[in-house]
Structures are given as structure tokens and as C-alpha cells.
């Protein structure tokens, strides 16, 4: 059933989408208050090895919600027990599961100050990539989502940092591997990201903001699929700027090292 009617005017129409995505954020944001709860009785009285062993429990099933609230009671009752410092990394990745970005990364965060010396912290600065990694949209963007090269590209370069500091630091880290092909796959993106940003301001008729964004990209995210598009959208921009010198030596650039992309259309 198609409930938006042609009738319905553009104002209406993006009337009823504000008032739609607000009851959807108010639904969320009701849901996620109800993710933490104190501790239970049953949770007050249990052992440092008990909570433990039931958190584990509850992260083989994916009940995430139940193990966040075992490693929550274990870190209130016994903080600086045997368990304390991996149950820490633990619940970061069960925040992380259940769709609690922010809450794992600052847990993420807290292990890393007070364990700066853990053997694990190759794998601590592998999940914070993770949770970065997962987390390039905002909650509109879940409910409509977008390609990932269109989203906001902040959280994909600490993403991208993430990954890039766990390989320095720790090149021999089972998790090193992953890390690099994540990294590939964000620098590709994140170069996709500023050549549509570069469209956009052409669309606009914002010709040096799209050159300066164009030639950012070049700079920046050689090796990456994005380069040949800047490129051509540096010619495009450079003519319309009057920069015909410019627009000629960038077209040498494509002959030279593209010359299969040489034929293109301006926006």
C-alpha cells in the first residue's frame, strides 16, 4: 500500500518524514535505556569465577544483553580481582555485538589506561578498529541506509588509524592480517568518499571547493580507484574556473597514466 500519496505536497512529504524519524529515534533511544539494569539479586551474591564463567556462558549463545549485565556485576563487585582485566576487554566486545558503539569504545578506552602494559592490547586496538569500522553511519543511517562511501568518513579514518597503529606496534599479531585488508578497503572507500564529495560541489556549482577536494584526493589516496575520478573532475573543474592551462596538464596526467579514461563528461 503506498501511503504517500502524489497529492501530498514536498512540504508534507518532508513533514511526515521528520515526524517518521523522530518516532523511530525516540523508539531506539527508548531501547537502549532499557540495556542497563542493576545488578540482580542472584548476580550480588555470585562468585568472581561464577560471573565469569556465566558471562562466557551467555556470549557463546549471543545473548549479548545477559553477558553485558554478568561482566557489568563482575567489574562492580570485584574490580580488581583475577578476573577483572579480561572480563574489561570481554565486555567491550559484548557492547560491541549488542550495537553499543560509544559504550564499547569507551570501555575499549578505559582497558587501555589502566592495562597499558597488556599482552592484549593488540587485540584491544584491533576491536576498537572494529567498532570504529562498523560504525561510519548514525542511527538515521540504519534505519536508511547508504553506501558506505557516502557516509560521513570521521569514524573510517580512526577506523583506518586504529588498524595502522595495531600493525606498527604489533606486526607479528594474529590480528595484523585482517587488519591490512580492513585498511585497504578503508582507503579505497575513504578516497570514494571525497570524490563524492567533489561531485556534490560541482553539482553545486562550487568549482574550487570541488577542485581543492579533487586534488586532495589525488594527493592523498594514490593507488586507490578514486584517483581517476579526481582526476577528471580536476579537468571539469579547471574549466569552469577558466584554468584552461591547468585543465590541459591534468588531461596529460589521464593520456599518461590512464589513457583507456580519457573520454568523460562533465557534471
Sequence with gaps: MNIFKPSINHNQSKSI??????IILSVMLSSCSQKKKDISAEDSKATAQQLFKDARISMDEKN????IKKYEALEAKYPLGRYAQQALLEQAYAYYKYDEPDTAL???DRYMRVYPRSPRMDYALYLRGLVNYSRGGSIIDKVFPRNFSDLDGVRQKEAFQDFSTLITRHKNSPYAADAKKRMHYLKNTLGESEVNVAKYYMKRGAYLAAFNRADYTIKHHQGTPAVIEALQIKVCA????????????TMRIIKLNFPQKTKFSCL
Design 106 to 108: 569507551d570501555t575499549i
Design 238 to 249: 579547471s574549466r569552469k574556473l577558466g584554468k584552461k592551462g591547468l585543465a590541459e596538464d
Design 64 to 67: 549479548y544483553e545477559e553477558a
Design 17 to 22: 518524514w521528520v515526524v517518521a524519524v523522530m
